[in-house]
């Protein structure tokens, strides 16, 4: 090991865990991805560092940017406030979970404190084509019947949730010309071609309860939402033009009071 | 910075950066930043001027001589802005997003090479105009381009409303679809190039740029790369139209000035990696390459050669923005799925088979070239005269026996279709019969009025 090498694992390894604790400890699912995807990194970042670049990259490609991906697209759709309820659902299992939790680790830093790890061979070697040529000639000689077993096994899972999942269409697709067919034919018993009007923009009110008018000035109720028109929740378009006539008055009566009464009156 | 220090001359890259020590790699990684928020700055002002004149208006033309000063005033503008974090948001994220776009956008010119070796002037130090390269390095600006999009998605995913988040479902998606076509692409230069550095595609292209040979690879990159970095016709994660403006609705001042940032830098990176990965890289023109005994090919030239190629793709993205209108999301993915990727994969297959024909087989690379040629076009003109046996029968029926026409379908006055016929109008009949003869036409009038 370089010391620059070294002062990589140090700087890194010690991030990557404090992030993995992250892990355990953060509600929300979306940053527990997030401490997910910072871990991959690490690790791609110390197979570069242990000289195995194709690895590292491909790490990175694959699983941060494809598998993570796809695992983030399906919490997003959780939205921005959802995180995992704490009850128990299994009586003691929390305490069931820290006793194992510790037996495991008790066992794992036996095992890595005992292991002794011998000097590293043949890396110079192995790499002497560089890094993807070499191990393109390992998987592709050595190891080419189970590089194509898994492939198959993989195009084979892909297929299979593709058939799984498949629904066939009962109905013809109704594309845009069959819709517009549709609605000139509903014409003559009462149907439009156009979207249905939006509620009315008035000066002193914007709101949905409120028609708009056509052209002539009348009201049209079907700019209102059927469910408040159904509710009895729509206001008059009447109501509204008078509140806004009143408006009117006030201020023009405030703004010259002696000269409002010939207003009034022509009004 | 110590690993490639030290081991100087890597197998399978062209480049030789023996000679570099930490000091060059820090100045050219100021010098490539340097360059990456010049070059955005005057994207800006390039797009929105073509853009205007295709538009026939000036553009922006009042800060600076030709307005060039204009996107430098709107920087300043976006700084100082006030900072806005919506209530709703997830902070940390909110914030890390943005960070996280331009980050990954700065990494990909790492191993773009802008020339072959430069001697810095008054000296004889020569160093490659490049930061670094190693054996997988389109590998590495892949994953750069896919650790980006987090930067979208968790911004629109943070931001805690609507349109961002379906914005950043959309980029999701999109992305996934549009970077398998892409990566496959990318394959078919490799397998002809025989490697995945960048300084050894360029070598590699010395005799022929790969756009010519991979025509089909190079036109699917040029399309998953518009997809790839949100850009009309296929900019639906921020389609103003449908969703405000997608991922970066709530974003404000210098938080959006990053996303900003970030979409320019994107532009200017993939259009970098097709000039250095299809067009031949810094090397010359065919004409020019040949002046001189290649003294275009070497020294400073080179920068010049690749400049002008990837502004001539940045003009493309401006020339595309200005034509195409934005697509439906469904006809959009039906693109990525149902054409690019089996084109892709298609050809992809094709250019391995042929390689390994030629490494196997023992054919020399002239006659290969000749025999595919002629294949190609025996092909094409095989599809492009074969009688179509699905179009034909409709044209037929619909001469042999022409339509009954009801000039009021459903009720309506309509026109004929082709092929059927108007109906003698009723006038007509009755001018007809007028000219027949004087009296009866008479008589038949006043038979109508009775």
């Known amino acids: 090991m370089s010391p620059g090498e070294d002062v990589l694992f140090w700087v890194l390894a010690p991030l990557m865990v404090l992030v993995s604790f992250g892990l355990l400890v953060a509600r929300k699912a979306v940053h527990v991805a997030i401490c997910?995807?910072?871990?991959?990194?690490?690790?791609?970042?110390?197979?570069?560092?242990?000289?195995?670049?194709?690895?590292?990259?491909?790490?990175?490609?694959?699983?941060?940017?494809?598998?993570m991906m796809l695992?983030?697209?399906?919490?997003?759709?959780?939205?921005?406030?959802?995180?995992?309820?704490?009850?128990?659902?299994?009586?003691?299992?929390?305490?069931?979970?820290?006793?194992?939790?510790?037996?495991?680790?008790?066992?794992?830093?036996?095992?890595?404190?005992?292991?002794?790890?011998?000097?590293?061979?043949?890396?110079?070697?192995?790499?002497?084509?560089?890094?993807?040529?070499?191990?393109?000639r390992v998987l592709m000689s050595d190891y080419v019947l189970a590089m194509e077993v898994v492939g198959i096994v993989l195009i084979t899972a892909a297929v299979s949730a593709l058939v799984l999942?498949?629904?066939?269409?009962?109905?013809?697709?109704?594309?845009?010309?069959?819709?517009?067919?549709?609605?000139?034919?509903?014409?003559?018993?009462?149907?439009?071609?156009?979207?249905?009007?939006?509620?009315?923009?008035?000066?002193?009110n914007n709101a949905m309860d409120t028609p708009a008018l056509d052209p002539q000035g009348r009201p049209i109720a079907e700019s209102v939402s059927r469910v408040l028109r159904i509710r009895g929740q729509q206001r008059e378009a009447t109501d509204v033009l008078l509140g806004e006539h009143g408006l009117v008055e006030r201020t023009s009566t405030v703004a010259e009071p002696e000269g409002s009464a010939p207003d009034e009156e022509e009004r | 910075m110590s690993i490639f220090t030290e081991t100087p001359g890597v197998p399978g890259i062209a480049a030789d950066f023996s000679?570099?020590?930490?000091?060059?790699?820090?100045?050219?990684?100021?010098?490539?930043?340097?360059?990456?928020l010049t070059s955005v700055l005057i994207a800006i002002w390039f797009e929105r001027r073509v853009v205007a004149r295709m538009q026939l208006r000036p553009g922006p033309n009042v800060h600076g001589p030709l307005g060039l000063l204009q996107s430098l005033a709107d920087a300043m503008k976006l700084l100082l802005k006030e900072d806005i974090t919506v209530k709703a948001a997830d902070k940390f994220v909110y914030l890390l997003a943005p960070m996280i776009a331009v980050f990954c956008a700065l990494l990909t010119f790492a191993v773009i090479p802008f020339g072959p070796?430069?001697?810095?002037?008054?000296?004889?130090?020569?160093?490659?105009?490049?930061?670094?390269?190693?054996?997988?390095a389109v590998l590495y600006i892949l994953a750069c381009a896919s650790l980006g999009v987090y930067g979208i998605v968790l911004g629109g995913w943070s931001s805690g409303s609507t349109y961002p988040l379906l914005g950043s479902v959309r980029s999701t998606a999109q992305v996934i679809s549009y970077e398998l076509a892409m990566g496959l692409s990318l394959v078919t230069v490799f397998i002809m190039a025989?490697?995945?550095?960048?300084?050894?595609?360029?070598?590699?292209?010395?005799?022929?740029?790969?756009?010519?040979?991979?025509?089909?690879?190079?036109?699917?990159?040029?399309?998953?790369?518009?997809g790839e970095t949100n850009r009309l016709p296929f900019d639906l994660p921020e389609a103003e139209g449908e969703l405000v403006s997608g991922f970066m609705t709530e974003y404000s001042s210098m938080k959006f000035a990053w996303f900003f940032l970030a979409e320019y830098i994107n532009m200017?990176?993939?259009?970098?990696?097709?000039?250095?990965?299809?067009?031949?890289?810094?090397?010359?023109?065919?004409?020019?390459?040949?002046?001189?005994?290649?003294?275009?090919?070497?020294?400073?030239?080179?920068?010049?050669?690749?400049?002008?190629?990837?502004?001539?793709?940045?003009?493309?993205?401006?020339?595309?923005?200005?034509?195409?209108?934005?697509?439906?999301?469904?006809?959009?993915?039906?693109l990525g799925w149902k054409i690019l990727i089996p084109v892709a994969l298609g050809w992809l297959?094709?250019?391995?088979?042929?390689?390994?024909?030629?490494?196997?087989?023992?054919?020399?690379?002239?006659?290969?070239?000749?025999?595919?040629?002629?294949?190609?076009?025996?092909?094409?003109?095989?599809?492009?005269?074969?009688?179509?046996?699905?179009?034909?029968?409709?044209?037929?029926?619909?001469?042999?026996?022409?339509?009954?026409?009801?000039?009021?379908?459903?009720?309506?006055?309509v026109p004929p279709l082709p092929g059927q016929k108007l109906p003698p109008s009723a006038r007509r009949r009755r001018v007809v019969a007028a000219e027949s003869g004087a009296a009866h036409a008479v008589d038949t009038e006043e038979e109508n009025r009775g």
Do not use: C
């Open chain 2, 194 to 226: 025989g490697s995945m550095s960048t300084s050894q595609i360029v070598d590699s292209q010395q005799s022929l740029w790969w756009f010519l040979p991979l025509l089909p690879a190079f036109v699917v990159y040029v399309i998953s790369m518009i």
């Open chain 2, 19 to 36: 000679q570099d020590n930490g000091w060059t790699y820090l100045v050219k990684a100021v010098l490539i930043i340097v360059f990456l």
């Open chain 1, 165 to 204: 999942t498949h629904k066939r269409r009962l109905t013809p697709a109704r594309g845009q010309k069959e819709i517009a067919d549709a609605k000139v034919a509903a014409l003559p018993q009462g149907g439009r071609l156009t979207p249905l009007a939006a509620p009315g923009v008035y000066a002193q």
């Open chain 2, 268 to 334: 200017i990176n993939v259009s970098a990696v097709a000039t250095t990965l299809f067009l031949g890289g810094w090397r010359a023109p065919w004409p020019l390459s040949a002046i001189n005994d290649g003294m275009f090919n070497e020294g400073w030239w080179p920068i010049l050669w690749f400049l002008v190629k990837m502004w001539a793709l940045l003009f493309m993205f401006v020339w595309v923005r200005g034509t195409l209108l934005r697509m439906r999301y469904d006809q959009f993915m039906k």
């Open chain 2, 117 to 136: 070796e430069v001697t810095i002037p008054f000296t004889d130090y020569s160093t490659p105009a490049q930061l670094t390269d190693f054996p997988v």
């Open chain 1, 36 to 67: 997910m995807v910072f871990v991959m990194i690490g690790f791609a970042v110390l197979y570069i560092a242990l000289e195995a670049p194709f690895l590292g990259v491909v790490q990175i490609v694959v699983y941060t940017g494809a598998v």
């Open chain 2, 349 to 413: 297959v094709l250019v391995a088979v042929a390689q390994g024909l030629r490494q196997f087989a023992d054919v020399d690379t002239q006659t290969f070239l000749v025999v595919s040629g002629v294949v190609a076009i025996v092909l094409v003109a095989v599809i492009w005269f074969w009688p179509d046996a699905s179009k034909k029968p409709e044209p037929e029926t619909g001469d042999d026996e022409p339509e009954e026409f009801d000039a009021f379908a459903d009720g309506f006055p």
């Open chain 1, 71 to 136: 695992f983030l697209f399906v919490l997003m759709l959780v939205g921005v406030d959802a995180s995992s309820s704490l009850v128990e659902t299994i009586r003691g299992q929390r305490w069931i979970g820290v006793i194992l939790a510790l037996g495991l680790g008790v066992i794992l830093s036996g095992v890595v404190v005992q292991t002794v790890f011998p000097p590293a061979v043949g890396l110079a070697e192995a790499n002497s084509v560089t890094n993807p040529v070499g191990l393109a």
